[in-house]
């Protein structure tokens, strides 16, 4: 089995949660000493918005594939793209606020 049948909405949301809640845990420490946890909390912020990411990638996917369900799996595709979002935005916020010149040289090649 390929790693892209494996990964799924499931193990994207329980990774990406627990990274997220690793960043939560480590952002308040990450002030008082950041030259020891910097790699840490990028590494669980960037965990957690690449799993977002794919959760949002994952339900697109699902959306546009499957019609035939219908209205049965709404709540559930809102959930998920709500957890995405709640994975995702704030930690490219972060990652955004602690990286800068990594950032803004992207748009520039």
């Not at 949002?56 to 595709?77: E, Y």
């Not at 704030?90 to 748009?107: A, K, N, Q, V, Y």
């Amino acid at each position: 089995m390929t790693f892209l049948k494996s990964w799924t909405i499931q193990r994207a949301a329980g990774i990406g949660t627990v990274a997220g809640l690793i960043a939560a845990a480590l952002w308040p420490a990450y002030g008082v000493w950041p030259h020891l946890l910097e790699l840490p909390f990028i590494a669980a912020l960037a965990v957690a918005s690449l799993c977002g990411g794919s959760i949002l990638w994952i339900t697109l996917q699902d959306i546009a594939g499957n019609r035939g369900r219908g209205n049965r799996v709404v709540p559930i595709r809102v959930f998920d793209v709500i957890l995405a979002l709640v994975l995702t935005v704030p930690c490219i916020f972060e990652l955004r606020r602690i990286l800068p010149d990594s950032f803004t040289s992207w748009g520039s090649f």
